[in-house]
């Protein structure tokens, strides 16, 4: 688990008040693009957390930078990494055309990467196996409505999309390529029953796998 | 005592986190457990003997602003009734779950207790399944 920051080596996160940023609430589009810029400007800094995210409690602000390590690999080092990763899968989704509403999921996805991070500094806010399948799935499928998106207790993306409260299609993305899904519809002959459909299939042939029960009539525009 | 199951008609609350909601709104995830747990961590209301649900969730917010190191301001404390929840997964999960809500107590938090009979390879359909039976929400700190 990389929750465990101190089982290798003596590298600590180093989070700490930037002290140069407004508190300025939630993540936006604008923040992502100035991101963006100081990934591309030569990634000496990387600057994700340097703008506030969804605290606006009057809590200490969290700014992370790290420069370019020498020391040998270590605990927080695949923790950076990882968190690189999330990062860069984030702006993957912000940035490509083939994804729909890139930018609003994009911008939620960094409000929960704060929200996990705020619970426990010391995990990784996403999972970025997790996030890569879900990026996976919204480049095979692109004219999906946005869905509703969580982190369950271990930080993995679970995405729903809901239709007054009658039909529900949720995926959980796992890190390893599978997904879970669980499907409520009504049942059409017997309109006080529903109908409850639950499974699991790797990201490529969850929609192959769901389409018998026109889910795909709901979720996609 | 610890182990002991709580009545049906007894209510139960559970600590949402903002990770847990969107737009205000609790979602199943709220109701998976981590894995390598147990049980769903929540807390039996009628065990703090407090004179309406009002002065149980006054008295729930304190419990939780002692023991966790930070309550998030978006944070609500979902109510459910015990009974129902057992009925709904017992009635319409697949295999007809038989949850097991017992006490389970810490020494800063008394009342606390868990869902038990959760599992890691079917959890969203229960966590679905609990989520319709939520009645009540309410801010998780003051």
Not at chain 1, 89 to 98: F, H, K
Not at chain 2, 44 to 54: A, I, N
Request: glycine residues 4%.
């Amino acid at each position: 688990m990389l929750g465990a920051s101190t089982a290798y080596g003596d590298n600590f996160i180093d989070y700490h008040s930037p002290g140069r940023q407004p508190h300025s609430g939630v993540w936006n589009p604008r923040d992502i693009q100035n991101y963006w810029e100081s990934y591309v400007r030569g990634r000496k800094y990387l600057t994700f957390l340097s703008t506030p995210a969804v605290n606006t409690e009057n809590s200490e602000v969290y700014t992370r930078g790290w420069l370019e390590k020498k020391d040998p690999f270590t605990q927080t080092d695949l923790l950076a990494n990882e968190e690189e990763q999330v990062q860069e899968l984030i702006l993957e989704i912000r940035t490509s055309p083939s994804i729909c509403h890139g930018e609003i999921l994009a911008t939620r996805l960094v409000t929960l990467f704060y929200d996990a991070k705020e619970e426990d500094f010391a995990n990784l806010g996403i999972v970025v196996g997790s996030l890569r399948n879900f990026y996976n799935f919204f480049q095979l499928h692109t004219d999906l409505k946005c869905p509703t998106i969580s982190l369950t207790p271990d930080n993995n993306i679970y995405a729903s999309w809901r239709v007054d409260q009658k039909k529900v299609f949720s995926v959980l993305f796992l890190p390893n390529g599978d997904t879970r899904f669980v499907i409520f519809k009504p049942n059409d002959l017997h309109p006080e029953r529903q109908i409850r459909i639950s499974g699991t299939a790797t990201t490529d042939i969850l929609m192959h796998t769901v389409a018998p029960y026109g889910v795909w009539d709901w979720i996609s525009e | 005592m610890k182990g002991d199951p709580i009545p049906d008609q007894h209510h139960i609350a559970r600590l949402c986190r903002p990770k847990y909601i969107s737009d205000e709104k609790i979602q199943a995830s709220a109701f998976m457990v981590r894995v390598g747990k147990e049980s769903l961590s929540v807390n039996w209301l009628e065990f703090l003997k407090s004179s309406s649900r009002e002065n149980e969730i006054a008295e729930l917010q304190n419990i939780y602003s002692k023991k966790f190191n930070k309550v998030e301001v978006r944070a609500q404390i979902a109510v459910l009734n015990v009974g129902e929840v057992r009925e709904k997964v017992l009635a319409e999960s697949p295999d007809r779950r038989n949850l097991k809500v017992l006490h389970n107590p810490e020494i800063n938090d008394p009342s606390h207790s868990g869902i038990y009979n959760l599992r890691h390879d079917d959890e969203i359909i229960i966590a679905e399944l609990i989520l319709e039976t939520v009645r009540e929400t309410y801010p998780a700190r003051k």
